[in-house]
């Protein structure tokens, strides 16, 4: 019987071989940045906002009016006239620059909120991708383990042949052998539901195919807490937001402030008229900004206040930054020591039940019992070790995307 204990050992251990086509992390980004539907959409915002600084700076549209006057005549007994008139206001100095500083602090936000979105959407392609990593070698294990239960069974089954064995023993194996292939089939569904959002991401149907992923663990990385903290404070697309909108506000606040000031209207008129000569004349007004105590005054005030609401979710974004670096950085640390305990001391020890028992199961000192409670045990410290792996990356992926840094930029 010590062949089957290295035919299980083997399974145990060895991959499963390559697939021809495999989905890679890098290639998989590179297609969510130029295909996803909302980085698109917010890249389309921010042409739009861009449009409008140019917009805020334009003058009002002119005015233009003709009238008559002593038409028909033998109504009314007077000269007929008719006049033309062309008038164009014109903002006070300062004005437009003003809501055009307005214009541009919101394209800034726009671009961070631009920047926002492409990060959440890599991020989540990132997730689906580690994921589905894990779903890829849970399934790997799975059938290592159904592989192990039919030999297992086989065995079984010949000791109850020649009477040493029960058959309780093969009933044992065989309830396995159905607990695993009702597992797969879970598994298998998870991976469809996980592709299906993968595709959504990458604006493709639902049900197109996605290649198994090629499972790519980052290597050890020295990261400095205070610098991934400063990373995050300046570069985190909702704190420049924030920071573009209370610039935004200040900026329109100082806009409110010119309305304090007149508006000049100017303008020509031509009469012509029936009887005697034509007369050519200009025209100069001003706005009377008389009620700034219940417009002008209340929009500054209005616009400050909205400025200092910015500010202070700022400051209360920037201290969730600062708290999910922390959480990010003791998921790294911990995967890290549990990864090694599994490494040196669980699977190993694991390992070595599992291969006892397989020795003892031929000459009945194991029962199937003792026998499958030894593969469970080495089939879930090889779960766990995968599932760390791949916490890990996803630490990894939140890390970023808290920092809004690339993760070659984290490292010291």
């Known amino acids: 019987m010590r062949r089957l204990a290295l035919v299980v050992t083997a399974s145990l251990v060895l991959p499963s071989s390559a697939t021809a086509q495999v989905l890679r992390l890098d290639e998989l980004v590179q297609q969510i940045r130029t295909r996803n539907p909302s980085a698109a959409a917010a ?21 233009l009016e003709a009238m008559v006057e002593d038409v028909p005549p033998r109504v009314t007994g007077g000269m007929p006239m008719f006049r033309f008139q062309a008038t164009q206001m014109l903002p006070w100095f300062g004005k437009r ?43 790997r294990i799975n059938r290592d383990q159904r592989a192990v239960v039919d030999t297992i069974v086989k065995v079984a089954t010949a000791r109850l042949r020649t009477a040493t064995g ?28 996980m592709t299906a959002m993968l595709n959504a991401l990458l604006d493709r149907p639902a049900e197109a195919s996605v290649a198994e992923p090629l499972a790519a663990w980052t290597a050890d990385l020295s990261l400095n807490r205070d610098r991934v903290v400063l990373l995050a404070l300046e570069r985190q697309p909702e704190l420049r937001e924030m920071t573009a909108m209370e610039r935004a506000e200040r900026a329109m606040a100082g806009a409110a402030r010119r309305e304090y000031y007149p508006d000049v209207m100017l303008g020509v008129l031509y009469d012509l008229r029936m009887q005697q000569p034509d007369a050519l004349g200009a025209i100069v007004g001003i706005t009377v900004p008389l009620w ?27 201290a969730m930054a600062r708290a999910e670096i922390e959480r990010q950085l003791a998921r790294l640390e911990a995967s890290t020591r549990r990864g090694q305990l599994l490494d040196n001391e669980l699977i ?22 003792e026998l499958l409670d030894a593969l469970r045990a080495l089939s879930t410290q090889r779960l766990a070790r995968t599932s760390i792996r791949v916490d890990r990356e996803l630490a990894l992926v939140d890390l970023e995307r808290t920092a809004g840094a690339p993760m070659k930029d984290l490292g010291r």
Do not use: C
């Open 166 to 193: 029960m058959h309780h023993d093969v009933l044992k194996m065989q309830t396995e052998a159905s607990m695993l292939d009702d597992a797969l089939i879970m598994l298998e569904a998870d991976r469809r539901e």
């Open 292 to 318: 700034i105590g219940s417009r002008q005054g209340l929009d500054v005030r209005a616009a400050e206040a909205r400025a200092r609401g910015f500010e202070r979710d700022r400051g209360a974004m920037s």
């Open 43 to 63: 890249v389309s915002r921010v042409e739009a906002a861009r449009i409008a600084v140019p917009r805020a700076r334009a003058l009002p549209e002119p005015f």
């Open 348 to 369: 190993p020890l694991a390992q070595q039940t599992l291969d006892s028992a397989l020795a003892a199961f031929p000459s009945g000192r194991v029962d199937a019992l």
């Open 97 to 139: 620059d003003r809501m055009a500083a307005v214009a541009e602090r919101e394209a800034e936000a726009r671009v961070a909120r631009a920047e926002l979105t492409m990060l959440d959407v890599v991020a989540a392609g990132k997730r689906l991708y580690f994921q589905l990593v894990l779903n890829r070698e849970w399934r």
